[in-house]
């Protein structure tokens, strides 16, 4: 791969190239070869990209949700298709696109034997709300690390029927504490709403810089 060795979210592009022991030509008249990778449950077929003519085939994947994979690599050793395409040498020869098996234990020139490319496609989410009765605090459990500085506004609070807004938002690993303006009585429900509205540079953020949800759903607890 030609894209750097890191961590890549949803909506990142990984560019995977496949490399022949001399120049070749694709045609996609009829179709385009495509690479599958293993990416957890659904994995992704990539269409050819770019390369015709040089001995290097560019095929580019765009990280999409649910995708995940700790070291990237390609399916099998036939995950390299013509699927009605071809790809020939200039004297018209068909190629071998069998690949390397990527499960032996000493595979070489494998993408992930060559790279260190990790997919995270799976968005953050709020997992659970607490809230303190007789203080003002309402802290919501993500479902993993996030960072960020969200806008009080982004969130939504209801104890019982009325609006209970948040003053300040604190973020730190897995855990968001809201300050809100009027003391939480005993026995209330606490419903919590979370609306990404915040720019870019300051919303909820896992490592990969997937940014947290929407809440379809209000939480209450």
Same mark, same amino acid.
């Given at each position: 791969?030609?894209?750097?060795? +890191?961590?890549? @979210?949803?909506?990142?592009?990984v560019n995977v190239q496949t490399v022949f022991s001399e120049a070749v030509t694709v045609t996609t008249a009829s179709g385009t070869? !495509? =690479? #599958?990778?293993? #990416? &957890?449950?659904?994995?992704r077929a990539v269409s050819y990209s770019s &390369? *015709? &003519? /040089?001995? /290097?085939?560019?095929?580019?994947? #765009?990280? !999409?949700?649910?995708?995940?994979?700790?070291? =990237?690599?390609?399916? &099998?050793?036939? $995950?390299?298709?013509?699927n009605n395409g071809t790809i020939k040498d200039l004297a018209g020869n068909t190629a071998t696109i069998t690949l390397n098996d990527? +499960?032996?234990?000493?595979? #070489?020139?494998?993408? +992930?034997?060559?790279?260190?490319?990790?997919?995270?496609?799976?968005?953050?989410t709020i997992s659970s709300v607490a809230a303190n009765a007789g203080t003002k605090t309402v802290t919501? /459990?993500?479902s993993e690390a996030v960072t960020g500085s969200p806008a009080n506004g982004d969130f939504s609070v209801l104890v019982g $029927?009325?609006?209970n807004a948040a003053t300040a938002v604190s973020v730190s690993g897995t855990s968001v504490t809201l300050t809100v303006t009027n003391v939480i009585a005993n026995d209330a429900t606490v419903t919590v709403g979370y609306t !990404?509205?915040?720019? $870019?540079? *300051? !919303?909820? @953020?896992?490592?990969?810089?997937?940014a947290v949800a929407t809440l379809s759903t209000a939480t209450s607890v």
């Open positions: 791969s030609s894209s750097t060795d +890191a961590t890549y @979210k949803i909506g990142d592009i070869p !495509q =690479l #599958t990778l293993e #990416t &957890g449950t659904s994995d &390369g *015709s &003519g /040089t001995d /290097t085939l560019v095929f580019a994947y #765009t990280v !999409q949700s649910s995708d995940v994979s700790s070291d =990237l690599d390609y399916k &099998g050793t036939t $995950s390299l298709a013509l990527p +499960a032996a234990a000493l595979t #070489t020139n494998s993408l +992930a034997d060559s790279k260190a490319i990790v997919i995270d496609g799976v968005l953050p919501l /459990t993500m $029927s009325a609006t !990404q509205n915040s720019t $870019s540079s *300051s !919303q909820m @953020k896992d490592p990969a810089g997937n």
